[in-house]
Structures are given as C-alpha cells and as structure tokens.
DNA sequence: TTTTAGCACTCTACTTAAATGAGTGCTAAC
DNA sequence: GTTAGCACTCATTTAAGTAGAGTGCTAAAA
C-alpha cells in the first residue's frame, strides 16, 4: 500500500480522531485542523481515495468516515508517533508496580491487576510456560501415609508441586528408596520430555514392590504433564463497558464469555513476539471469533532466553495503540528485569 | 403480617406471574387463572389492599404490580411450594456433577462451575475455612539451600503447602533440628491460635541460629496467616446477562465489579446456614450494596461437624426461588457427601 | 491539472403529535 | 362483600416533520 504523504496525513488526522471522539470523522472537522492547509472539498476526494482503497469505511451513505480494519493496521504500522511518556507517568507507574507487589509467585497475576487499574483497560497476563525447563531435582515427600508430595524443581529455580492422594498407604523407606531412583533417572530432562517411557524403564529398573510404585509413578507423571499448562489471568475486564461500543448487550455477552472461558485466551502466547518488542493485533480473531472487533497489544516478558510470558492489553479496535504500546513497553520491561532479578542462579 | 387466603392466594400468584414475565402483573391476567375464581374487580381491590401493606409496588399509577422486597420475603417464607426435582433432573444433574469432577482438591471450584451451567446462574462458591483445624503435622522440606517449602497437615486430612524463599541459605540439619521442635510446639493447636507468642517461644527454646530461626519462623507464621484465607469461586457470571434486568449497562458493571473483587463476596460465609438447610437473601446489601437489587440461594455444604464452606445461587431478585432452592439443596448436599467421604479417616 | 467554492441531495437523530392499549380507581348496582 | 361498567392515566408505539452533519458533483479558480 503506497500513499502520498498528504493522504497519510489525512489518513493519520482521521484514525486519531476517531480514536478520541469514537465518532465518524467529517471532512469539515479534518479542514480545520491548522497544520494541514486543505479545503474541505479536496480532503472530500481524498477521503473518497482512502475508502476505495479500502482504508475507510462509511457507515451510511451521508456520514463522515471510520477507519477500516486495514486503515488501524496501516495506522499502527506505518503512521503511529512513538507516545513518550512523561517522567511523571513513569514515576506514577513505578510507584504503583513496586509498592503494590506483594508476592513474587504471584507477581504476573498482580501486574496485570495493577496495569489494569493504570490504565483502565482489561489487561490478560500468561504465566511463563514450565515446559522448556530441565528438571534439576524431584522430590517425593510422605506427607501421610496415603499421600504424597511432589516437588520438582527446574532450572531457573523454578519451583512447582503437587498432592499425589494414593490408594493404598505406602512407606517412609519405599519414598526413600524411590527418589534417588526418580532423581537418577528425570533429572536433566526438560518436562516435555518425560514420557511414558521414562516412567517405565524406572519401574523395570525397581523391579519390586511393582503395584504400588506403578501407581504412584503414573501419578508423577500425571502431576508433570498437568504442570506445563500455562496459567493465564484475565483481569480488570469490567473497564471495557466504559467504551461506547459496549453499548450493546450482546457484544457484552461475547467478551465477557471469552474471558470468563480463558482457553481462548493461550492462543495468545504463539502470537506474542519471543523477546523484547509489541505485537499489535488489529482485531483478534485469531486468538477467537469473538474478539474479532478488538484491538489487542501483545507483549512477551522474559524470565530467560528460553522462557517467556506474555502480557496483553485488550480493548475496543478504536483504542488508543500509542500510548498504550509505550505504557505496556515500559510495563513488560520492569516485569522481565523483575523476573529475571528473581530467578537469577545468583541470587540463590 | 398477617393475611386471609384469599390475599395469600393473589400474592402468590403475582409473585408467580412477575418470575416468570417480568412483566407487572394486571388484575385481569390473574382474574383468568381458573383455580382462582375472583372477578378483576375484586383483585383489584385485593391489590390495593397489598399494596398498602408493603408487599406489592406499583411502577407508575395505571400499571400492573410487582413484588415489593417484602412481597419476595413474604413469598419465600410463608407462600412458596416447595419444588419437587423430578426423577430425570436428578440423574441429570448427577450425571453433570459426576461425570466431570476430575479433582478432588478443585472439586468446590468445578461445582460452581458445572452447576452454573446446568442453572444458567451465576453460582459462587467458598471454601470451607481452615481456620478451625487442628494441626497434626507440621514439616519442613528443604527444597534447595534458599527455599523451603512449609506443609501443613491438619485434622480431616486437609493439607495446605507453602514455599518460604530465605535470603540467606540453611543446611538440611538446621530444617531436620527445626521439625521435630516445630511439631512438639504447634502441633494440636488450632491455625488461629497460633500466634506470635508461640514463634517466640519457639524461638527462645531453641536458642541457637538465632537471626536465620527468627526469620523462617516469621515467614512459617506469614505461611499460617495466609492459609486460613477462604477462597472464593464465582462462575458462570455472564449467565445473569439473560435477565432483562440487566439491559442497563450501569447494573452490568455494578454486578461484575462485585464478582471481579471478590471480596465482598467472601461475607457470605457468615450468612450462609452452618448445617443442612438453604438461606434466601431477598436483597443481598448485606454483602454488597452492589447487591442490593439481587436475590441470593445460599447453602453451607459440610466437611465436618466444625467446617463447612458455602455454595450459593446468584440470580435477579425476580428469580425462580422455589426450583432454584431444591436444586441447590441436592447439590450441596451430593457435594458435602463427596467431600465427606473423601475427607473421612477411615478413607486414609 | 489540481484545488476549491457552492449547492443539491442523503441519511440519521431528534422532536412532536397522535393513536393504542393495558391497567387502574371509583361508583353504583347486584 | 362482590362485580360490572366506565372514565381516566400513563407507557409504548407509530408517523411525520425538522434540523444538521456530511457527502458527491459541478463548475470556476489557481
């Protein structure tokens, strides 16, 4: 798509102020503006240019102009003034992260909580995936005799665990006489990678006590599978009803769905960009059909180079992408830094 | 109050009619029912007399009446047929309930979720607290030399974990001295009454490693404090956007504001009836203000004689009380047996 | 050739008025 | 005490008219 420079200058004027106004935009109210010297009549044309290149839509025959689909993306990609923030916001907004992070195993919950706030606007964080780790240790602890507790921990001091509830009751010396077994033979696999077969070439390589510790192996393997699933919070939602195009009750219905679903939402993370940099998606049919009206930015935060997770703001496809791109930069970067502060070999 | 038949029978029929429709009720469409047999007149009369008592409202002069909230308590408490689940809605409702329960330990959380979409409600459900159990064991677990993860174990085999980052390392001897007088000191107390005095003690009696103790003992306490947090499930919330009532987008964001918090929600537990039974909340301000113009089905589902938590039904004021009460009454009860069986001695 | 002023035309949104109809309250008769 | 009848009220719907924003086209100006 090639323009002119006086058409991208028409074509910026209209898309940002339909952003602010959620308003058709009229070619009076473009003429006006006094840094473009152009009469009405001649932005008439040109307006007639963009729509029949497809970069405006008239929604009836007498109205002014809205951006289309490709107008937001033609926008974003190539018209967009970078929105610096002001010292005060970015005081304003570190303020808020570090004196309202309690938790650090919960940080990426409370971030997009805060960020949500910040920017009254529904804000979806995805917890790093556990999947690429390589297992440094897995603990079987007896907690009683009918359960037992799983503790694996990862590179990158990444720490999960999970209640295995048993059968039959075991004992002390066989939970003992398992985890250097299970160490010997898991440790330096990533998750992924642990399959059945491992499970049973350490029950062949046992041998006794066979009923029991197939159980409890299956369980193991069990908990591992259920440990790379991705956690994704979804947070600050009722912010989008501020926005005229929530006027309608179904569209309501649509995104509230999606959100309250949440499976949808991990599409997101094959669409995230891997290291530093935002995705902009121009409505987000890709990640469900019921967010094709949506703008969404996308950011990934790093924990390490082979680990990330993503945090995303969504609203109506009539968002405010510059600022909003800054403010989530600046936010998914004190994320990554935070993160990566923490599970720093170092710092153990 | 105190009324004859004859008003008894026309409220409950208003109360009935407006369920159902929505829609305030004339006096004709109830003169037509045939197992009253009053002229139009008559209720209207009737009516006026109702309406003076508090129980009906009338939204402008030459429209039909609704319940007023009196009309709802009166109909709930002395007007109400009880609804009698049909064989079919049982093996239903069993078959749902069954059929997907895949976890024990999330089995509050996927009731609420499975029931809200057998109800199309809203449907939130609470934890039982911990609160209350007596510890049986308490065990740390070194996980790597800066963490340690805290397991509780509690009387009914309920078992609550936690992780502990220290800033400065600890040897496994230093955990391995630490159980045993943890255990002798805090076991059979309550999680409540454990307090800061019995972490000093603790403290004092050991003596030694005095900065690192006081620091883990700390974080033990925090881990204690923390674990007596109920938690709250609200699902299916977009299933009260059905209702006309929420045509007006300013209700829309005063419910899911209450829902997307939480925290209000978690003062149900001291509503909710602690044994058997079903408590109906005409009005629930009494959580919320939020909730004001909400009708709330609540149930306490037992674990054991001293721990229960709450399932409850969130619906319009206008809902259908008396299906939405049985129903609620099975499932609470199928769900305290589910978790009375699991969380019986005899089951360890 | 490009730009602009002018004007007729289009379409939405708003206002006003009238018609409709559900439902009431009151009165008088049963 | 009950009911039929009737006048009255008020929300809702329908229709018509108006205002206003904005366009497209044409012809003149640059």
Redesign the interface.
Known sequence: MNLDDRKKLILQAIVEDYISTAEPVGSRSIAKKPELNISAATIRNEMGDLEDMGLLLQPHASSGRIPSKEGYKFYVNSLMNRYEMTAREITRLKDELLSHIKE??DIVKQVSTLFSTHTSLPIIGIMPSFDRRVVR?L?L?L?????I?V?I?ADM?M?K?K?L?LREPVSEEFIEKLNPILNRRLAGKTLTSINLDDIMEIQNAVGVNVEILSSVLDLVHQAICEMDNKEVYAE???NI?RFPE??D?NK??EI??VF?DKKDLGNLTDMAPRGKGIKVLIGGESVSPKLKDNGIVLSGYQVSDDMYGVIGVVGPMRMDYSKVVSHLEFVSDELSKALKRRYTPE??
């Not at 907690?143 to 359960?147: A, F, P, R």
């Open positions: 650090m195993d240790a603990k602890v907690v009683d005799e009918y359960t507790m503790i921990t001091g720490i665990n209640l509830r600050g939602l009722t009803l929530y006027n009750i309501i219905k509230f769905e309250e710092n153990f």
